[in-house]
Structure formats: C-alpha cells, structure tokens
C-alpha cells in the first residue's frame, strides 16, 4: 500500500514582521487575538538583525533578508518568499498584521483553500488602486487639485472641515438622504417640485430643512449643518472645469478630481512583465490573507521574482500587490474565487460608506449586506480609539 | 484521477509559463505531481496534475513520453483491463518501462491509432500528441464519467479537464452563448456538445478527435454505441450480471492506495459494499451523509449497512444551504449544472478524501436496472383517456416519452413560454424553439418504452447531470470517485435483456435486490427509492434566493427583476434554485469576481 499523507498535514498561521517598531507594536496587538481564539501554531517570520525591537513571540522563524532591501522591502520579500522559507506539506494561513481575529471560527479559514492559492477581494478595483502602486502622476495632480479645491469650498462652506463628531454624522446623514434622491428619479421629481413650490424654509425631511435666503442646509433645531457651494465658481477660480450633469469638477486630464483611477497600472504590468490584463477594472486580490500549500510554489515563486524585479524600478511603489495582479494573470487565475469578505474584511478609515448595524453585531461597506467578520483588517488609524470601528473590534478580544 | 490541460498556438510559441498556469488550474484534480511537454517546434504544449494511484513512483509522472519520443500523453482516468492490453502489446514486442496504465495508451496509440479507445475498459479522457505526424488525439471514455472540453479559434486550439483550464489562456476569446443560458435553466445543464460559451464545446461521451497541429483542421468520430436489443438468453441473466458487477468491482479496487466506499443506505450503494466484504477487501472506510432534523435522512440506513458489514462509517450531517457553498461550487461547476445533489455530494466527498483518495460508488445502477420512477409506465402522465388507450394499443411515440421525459426532468420548468417570460427584451436570442431538442438524438426505434428511457436516462441525465456532478463535486477535494456500475460490458448485457428479465414494475431493481438478500437488513431493499438530494426544506429558503434581487443577472439585463420578484412571491423555489446557481456561476465565471 502505498503512502496516503493527507492526514498529517498541519494548519498553521504565518506573520511576517519586519524593522520598524510600528509594525512590531501592531503585530503585538494581534497576536493575543488570535491566540485566544485558535490551537492552531501560530509561526513569526522575520529578520531580528533589522527590528527596532524584540518580536515577543514563542515560535520565530528568524531569516537573514538581503542586506540590499529597506526594511520595506525586506518584509515583502519575506512574505512573498515564505515558501521557500517555511516547512513543506503544511496548509498555511498568512495574515498582515494589521488583522485581527474578532469571531469564533477563526480556524474555518483553513477549509477555504482553494489551490493552487487563495485571497481574498481588495475593497477596491484595479483603476482605483493604480495609482498608489505605480509612480504616475495621477496622484499627486488629483491631490493638488483637491487641495485647491477644498481650500475654496471651505470659504464658501465653513464647516466643511468640521472635525466635529456629531456634525460630520448630520453632514453623511444628509449626503445618503441626497444620494437616495439622486437614484431615483420619481424622487428628485418631487423633491425639485417641493423646492419650488415651498416659501423660504425647505423641508426635506423631519431632520433637514433648506434656509433658501441663507443658502444653508440645517437640522430641525435650526443648526447650520452644510452650506449650499456654488461648484461652478470653485471650478473656475481653481482654474479646473465644472460638468453641471454629473455636478462634479474635472481636471486637465478630463477625470473627476475626486478620484484618482487611472490604467497605469494596468499599462506598467504589459511594459515590464508582458502581461496583458483582459479587463482594466479587474477586481484584483488584497495581500493581507491569504491560504497557501506545496500547491502554490509556482503561483507564490512568479509573485516573489517580480516583485523583486519592481523594487528597483523607480516607475513603480515598493508594493506586492501590483506584482500580484500580475501573477494572477500571467497564470489565468483572474477568475478564481476569492475568499469571502468573512475572512478579510477591510475596514478602511477613510471610507464613507463603512458602519455598523444599529444592535452592533455587524459591519457593511454596502448597506445590502452586514458581515460577521472572522478576520478584520483595519487600514489605517490602527488603535484610533475615536473610530467607532475599532472600538467595536476591539471589544471582541 | 489527475486533470489535463494543453494547447495549440499557431500564432506564436507555447509559453511555458502561461502553459503551467493552466495546468495548475487543475490542482484540485491532482496535487501529488504535476508536468508539462512543449514541442520542438513550440507549436504544442501539453500538461498534467497528478492524482497518483498506480505506480506511486516518478515513472508514473505525467505527460508521458514514448522511448522514442514521438508520443506524448496526457491522461485522466483509470483503464481497468491495462494489464491484458500490455500483455497484447508485449506479445507485439513493445517494452514497458512502468506499471502504469498510461504507458498503455502510449504503445497502445502506437498499435492501433484511432481504434485505441475501443479496446479500453474504464473511465478515461485524454491527449496523445504523434509527433512525427504532427497530431493531437483526443478520447472520451464511453459513458462520460471523465470530462474533456475543447475550444479553439483561428489560431489556438485549447483542451482541458475543466474549463477553467481553457479560460486561463489569456488570448482565449471568451464570448457568451446566450441560447446556450436558456438551455441551462430548462435542462439544469448546458447539452453536449455546448457549453456556455461560443466556441468551447465538450467532446462527447465515446467520441475521440484529432487535430492536426499544423492547420488546426478537426476530425471527430464516435468509437462505440450502446445497442438497444433483447437478443441476450434470460434464463441465466442473474447470474451473469452479478458475475459481470463482481468482476467489474474487482478491477475498480485495484489500487496501490486503498478505496472506500460512497454508501447512501440505498439499494446500489449497499450492494457495492455487500460485493466489497464478499471480495475480503480491507480496510472497509464507507462514506454518508445525513440531513439533520429530517426524518427520512438516509444515514441511519447506511449505519444500518455498515453494522451488518462490520465497517467504519464515517457520516456528516448537514444542516442548511450555505450560499457561500454554492458559490464555491460554482467555481468546480465551470460548465454549471443546477443538480439540487450537488451540496450532500461535495459535502460527502470531503469526508472522505479525508481519509481515502478514491472511493466506489454507484452511480449508473438505477439507469441500467430501471431504478427511476419516470422509467415506470405507471409514471406516465396521458392528456386523456383516448391517449392513454391508444398508447396501450399501439405503444407510446417517441413525442409521447419525449414530453413525459420533459416534465420528469425538470424541476420547476423552463419550456420555451417560461424562458420568453423570464429573460429580458434583449436576451430573447437565448430561448431557443426546443430547449430540449437534444432528446431526439437519442431516439431508438423500435425498442421499448423502458429501454428508451433508460437510454435517454444514460445518454443525457446520467452523462451530463450525474456524472458531471460526481466528476466536479468529488474532484474538488483531489477523490476519484469510481463507478463499477458503469461496466460498458456489463451494461450492454443489460441492455440487451429482454425488459422483464431484470424489470418489475412492484420489485424495485430486482436483479440487485438478490444480492442484497441475506446479507443487509430487509429495510434497505425494501424501502421507496430515495434521490441522494436532501429535505426539499433546504431548497425553500426565500432569504436565500432574495439575492437575486440584487444579483448580476438583473443588473446586466439577462433576467427580468418582475420575473424574479413573481417567482419569489409564489415561492417558487425549483426555478429560483436554478437561478440561483446560474447568478453564482456568472458571478465567477461572467463577472470575474468584480461584483465582489
């Protein structure tokens, strides 16, 4: 009889940290996270010589990384090398370590390989990551033109830089009230109707009403809460371009200033690697977990190799993830599952739509589906004890 | 075993990476060893993921090359008389440098071209590209237990086990059929030779097809055909079927890892098991699935079995649909099938490719022995009273069994008026004029209603739905599933029995309850028949199917929301389940992943 080893296979979950103590404090606050909560092994692997302190942690794999890297790069080239790093015939879960474990079926994760190799769905497409992974000019040019631009609203909307937590609720409140209008057209005919048709004061619902001789949106206690900007005036002394049917301001290059998309990336992986990507706006993959095995050498050793080959490439940011789209398509992996949001969902500070269901149980990006996350990765504001986000992590250890 | 992939490029060379890349698309289908071959000309590329039975050694390793490099195959299956055929080829003075079956096809190409896969006894598919002639050779085994698809366009030709392989040329066009969609939800499967997309095609079962590499220039032929006749002696029919099956069983255990068993606690499961113990093999791992809170769940009766056959059952229970599950399914299920089995048989196959790399089951017992209720003229449903007697008098017409066969397999039906309403204005191209005018391919005059559906049953609801389902479902976790029922001989013996020599309208597959006698609980043979599928509660979830409210068929104008909203409202959950797989499979397949 021959040797069936299928049973001897462990379940193990990888962190890579490297250099800085940021890092190494982040990776500190995870860990009980997920020990708590698996008996899974759970393996560091990191270069001791770089770290600005001790990983505090049982089981280290410690790896001399190139002298030649940055700190930076020395982590990625850790995490897109482990499998020459780490043991052969072992499933393996890696986790940045700005994730955190916040259910109780975390070790579930391991049912979802799907080989050659599995990761989970960025929280945005690949137009919109571009720019932040290669050296274009999109960037910068957009976030110049949004400087001027804000600077200019803010003369004509005071509060519009309100850090104030109770104001900036009114102020989305009023904007998703504004977007269900826009969506449907039944409603911005009766609510234009309405406008017309009312005397000073406009009321929009029971917690909004337009004071018309003012130009200012306020709350039904009177409180100022926006006030009406004239966008083709800010347009024009910004010297950019104002589009009245999509209510938006557009810069020289003919995109809306407020988002900066563009197809270098996509455009950079054809240049230097040959590759062509089928479909501009793919949804690409996010690196911050992912299940891999013996099954994913080639997929994992391709990412590796080009991955190096960018470092040194000042056309492009020190960055996995646009060596991985890359991957995924010189290897035809562009339509294989990606894991559940359950498993890595990206709570990002800085997005508008994200929030939790009133019973505080769950969390959407997408008021149609609130998720019970397993793993949640936080980017950005990592231990903002002023986001009600992380507090609601938090609370879960 | 093993999955295999390969392709053609006339317009530049092979890439051998973009060639590995397809190849390990295919990693679930073989992860103990994986290869590939490229010409000397860069034309042809072929590959292969190894699910390693045989000769566990690296002689095994696929693609294979003949001694003299002119041959080069790739291979998914298992040739379960390989060692008479070596023994032909080596009486011929051919040299084997294996144990394998695939050194077989090798030398076996060599021999007899195009006449190879008649000689074959198994479930195969694969690739033998001749070198010197410049020639791909594609096969199919007979029933189509294994998959083999193929698409080409003015400059490539592409193969594989899966689709997913093909799609992963990224120079592959990748171009809808809508007609091929509607046929779906009517069928719950898209008919050979379609797939869901323009210039991809399954070979079919039985058929092999050359290539020239050179010009891409395609010949297809059919190898073998399943005779309808009654010209086989009854009186020893019993004892010739249960010596064929045996037999048959013998060559489906022949392993060098060991094989469990699938057992449902029906009738054909447990008769494999029952042959499994007479055979004295060892160790005796069986396989079951239960569905908790339900009464009619079918675990209890394989304990029952296995009790009686002092083996280990392993048994999962399942609790609900999971919609993730189907979306994971639907990533397996490239070419979709809406088979309501297709959960319990995923589920069931990750219990045991927990602990066994292959196992037996048994499927094509209830096609060859007339196990189904549709195969009873009882079942027929007559418009009238002047129907019924004039097809007592004269016998049913082929329309007759045609429409009965329809209604039988459909499952909250999609004819022609239902696709009309279904699809929207500008998918209107995808409601064909006869959804289901692949059944009158399958027409064979003159035999009897009985062999006529059974016919029907083996050609398309057992090859496209069943065997799809086992292939994919079990795959999925790298398990072989075997399938000893589907013994060509064995089944072209049955098919040449007169009807009641193995048929009994009261006696539920008489020829297998006699083997079952004596040796399992009464209970087991003399229950109602029971699909492998589960409480029809689990198929009811209205929460479920609200997706589809939100989904991408709607959004990208294929599926009429009223229509959607109508079939939720009536809770009509046989058509929102169909939809429901076709809204995971596009979102894997169509959209890629972007509604994520």
């Given at each position: 009889m021959g040797n069936l080893n299928r049973t001897s296979m462990q379940n193990i979950y990888v962190f890579v940290v490297c250099g800085g103590l940021e890092h190494i404090n982040t990776l500190h606050y995870s860990l009980p996270f997920f020990k708590k909560r698996t008996q899974n092994p759970i393996w560091v692997v990191s270069d001791s010589t770089r770290n600005e302190s001790p990983v505090v942690h049982s089981d280290i794999i410690d790896v001399k990384v190139p002298?030649?890297?940055d700190n930076h790069q020395a982590s990625i080239w850790l995490k897109t090398n482990l499998h020459n790093l780490l043991p052969k015939g072992n499933r393996y879960v890696y986790l940045d370590t700005?994730?955190?474990?916040?259910?109780?079926?975390?070790?579930?994760?391991?049912?979802?390989y799907i080989p050659p190799i599995r990761f989970a769905a960025d929280h945005c497409k690949m137009k919109q990551f571009s720019p932040y992974a290669v050296n274009c000019m999109c960037l910068p040019t957009h976030t110049a033109y949004r400087e001027r631009v804000n600077a200019l609203l803010e003369q004509q909307d005071?509060?519009?830089?309100?850090?104030e937590i109770f104001l900036l609720e009114k102020r989305n409140e009023l904007q998703r009230i504004f977007a269900t209008i826009k969506s449907n057209k039944l409603m911005v005919l009766s609510t234009a109707i309405r406008f017309f048709t009312s005397?000073?004061?406009?009321?929009?619902t029971k917690e909004f009403y337009f004071d018309k001789s003012a130009k200012v949106w306020c709350g039904?206690?009177?409180?100022?809460?926006m006030y009406q900007v004239d966008m083709r005036k800010i347009a024009k002394v910004a010297g950019l371009k104002y589009i009245p049917i999509k209510n938006d301001i557009v810069g020289k290059d003919g995109k809306s200033i407020w988002v900066d998309s563009c197809n270098h990336l996509a455009q950079c992986i054809e240049n230097k690697f040959?590759?062509?990507?089928?479909?501009?706006n793919w949804q690409h993959w996010n690196g911050g977990v992912f299940l891999f095995s013996d099954e994913s050498h080639v997929f994992m050793q391709m990412w590796h190799e080009l991955t190096i080959e960018i470092?040194?490439?000042?056309?492009?940011?020190?960055?996995d993830q646009g060596t991985l789209i890359a991957t995924v398509w010189k290897l035809g992996l562009q339509n294989h599952p990606v894991l559940d949001e359950t498993w890595n969902f990206i709570a990002d500070y800085?997005?508008?739509n994200l929030f939790l269901n009133e019973a505080k149980t769950a969390i959407t990006r997408d008021a149609n589906l609130f998720i019970h996350p397993e793993f949640i990765h936080i980017y950005?504001?990592?231990?903002?004890?002023?986001?009600d986000v992380w507090n609601w992590a938090k609370n879960k250890m | 075993m093993c999955g295999i992939a390969g392709y053609i490029d006339l317009a530049k060379n092979v890439d051998s990476t973009t060639l590995i890349g397809m190849r390990d698309?295919?990693?679930?289908?073989?992860?103990?060893a994986a290869g590939v071959y490229i010409s000397d000309d860069r034309n042809v590329g072929l590959a292969h993921r190894r699910l390693s039975?045989?000769?566990?050694?690296?002689?095994?390793?696929?693609p294979m090359v003949s001694a003299n490099g002119r041959y080069i195959v790739s291979f998914n299956g298992e040739i379960y008389n390989f060692k008479q055929l070596r023994e032909a080829l080596e009486r011929d003075g051919y040299v084997f440098?294996?144990?394998?079956d695939t050194e077989v096809l090798l030398h076996g190409y060599d021999a007899w071209?195009?006449?190879l896969p008649k000689y074959l006894k198994g479930m195969f598919a694969f690739a033998i590209y001749d070198d010197s002639e410049k020639i791909l050779f594609l096969a199919r085994d007979r029933f189509g237990i294994k998959p083999l698809f193929y698409g080409h366009s003015s400059t490539c030709f592409a193969f594989a086990s899966e689709l997913k392989a093909i799609f992963s040329l990224p120079f592959f066009p990748k171009k809808i059929k809508k007609e091929s969609v509607g046929k779906f939800l009517a069928n719950r499967y898209v008919p050979?030779?379609?797939?869901?997309?323009?210039?991809v095609y399954k070979l079919p079962p039985a058929h092999w097809m050359k290539i020239?590499?050179?010009?891409?220039q395609i010949e297809e032929k059919r190898y073998w055909q399943l005779v309808v006749s009654a010209?086989?002696?009854?009186?020893d029919a019993a004892e010739i079927i249960s010596q064929k099956l045996t037999k048959s069983l013998e060559e489906h255990l022949l392993s060098d890892v060991p094989i469990g068993a699938f057992l449902s606690g029906g009738m054909d499961s447990s008769a494999l098991t029952v042959l499994m113990k007479q055979l004295a093999y060892e160790p005796l791992d069986f396989f079951s699935i239960g569905f908790s809170?339900?009464?009619?769940?079918e675990h209890e009766y394989a304990k029952l079995v296995a009790d009686k056959l002092h083996a280990n059952l392993h048994t999962l229970l399942l609790d609900k649909i999971s919609i993730e599950t189907v979306e994971t399914l639907m990533y397996y299920y490239d070419d979709p099938?809406?088979?309501?089995s297709i959960l319990p048989t995923y589920a069931v196959s990750g219990i045991a490719s927990k602990k066994v790399k292959a196992v037996v089951s048994g499927e094509g017992a209830d096609e060859s022995f007339g196990g189904?209720?549709?195969?009873?003229?009882?079942s027929f449903y007559f418009s009238s009273a002047f129907h019924r007697i004039k097809s007592r008098v004269f016998g049913k017409s082929f329309a007759e069994i045609k429409k009965h066969y329809i209604q039988a397999m459909s499952m909250g039906l999609f004819d022609k008026e239902e696709l009309g309403r279904a699809f929207t204005a500008d998918w209107?191209?995808?409601?064909?004029?006869?959804?289901?005018?692949?059944?009158?391919?399958?027409e064979q005059k003159g035999s009897s209603t009985l062999k006529q559906i059974q016919f029907l049953d083996i050609h398309t609801?057992?090859?496209?739905?069943i065997l799809t389902k086992v292939d994919r479902a079990s795959m999925a976790h790298s398990l072989e599933v075997r399938v000893p029922f589907l013994d060509h001989e064995l089944v072209e013996f049955l098919f040449g029995l007169p009807d009641d020599s193995y048929f009994d309208e009261h006696i539920q597959k008489r020829e297998i309850r006699k083997l079952l006698q004596g040796h399992v609980p009464a209970i087991i043979y003399e229950r109602k028949k029971q699909g492998?599928?589960?409480?029809d509660k689990f198929y009811m979830d209205m929460e479920v199917y609200n997706m589809l409210l939100v989904g991408n068929l709607i959004k990208d104008g294929v599926i009429r929301k009223e229509y959607v909203v109508d079939l939720l409202a009536e809770k009509d959950h046989w058509r929102l389940w169909k939809l429901f797989v076709l809204e995971n499979w596009w979102k894997i397949w169509v959209k890629g992943g972007e509604s994520k």
């Open positions: 002298a030649e890297y700005d994730i955190l474990a916040i259910g109780s079926q975390s070790d579930a994760i391991f049912e979802q005071p509060l519009s830089g309100t850090e005397g000073n004061r406009f009321m929009l039904s206690d009177g409180t100022p809460v040959q590759i062509p990507i089928g479909n501009k470092f040194k490439d000042p056309e492009w940011k020190t960055r800085g997005s508008k950005h504001h990592f231990g903002d004890e002023k986001w | 698309t295919l990693t679930h289908r073989g992860p103990d039975f045989i000769d566990l050694s690296d002689a095994g390793i696929q440098q294996s144990q394998t071209k195009e006449q050979t030779p379609n797939t869901m997309w323009e210039n020239k590499t050179d010009t891409l010209k086989n002696e009854r009186k809170g339900w009464n009619e769940s099938i809406a088979d309501i189904y209720w549709w195969q009873k003229p009882a209107q191209d995808a409601v064909s004029d006869d959804p289901f005018a692949h059944f009158d391919r399958f609801f057992m090859s496209e739905l492998f599928v589960g409480p």
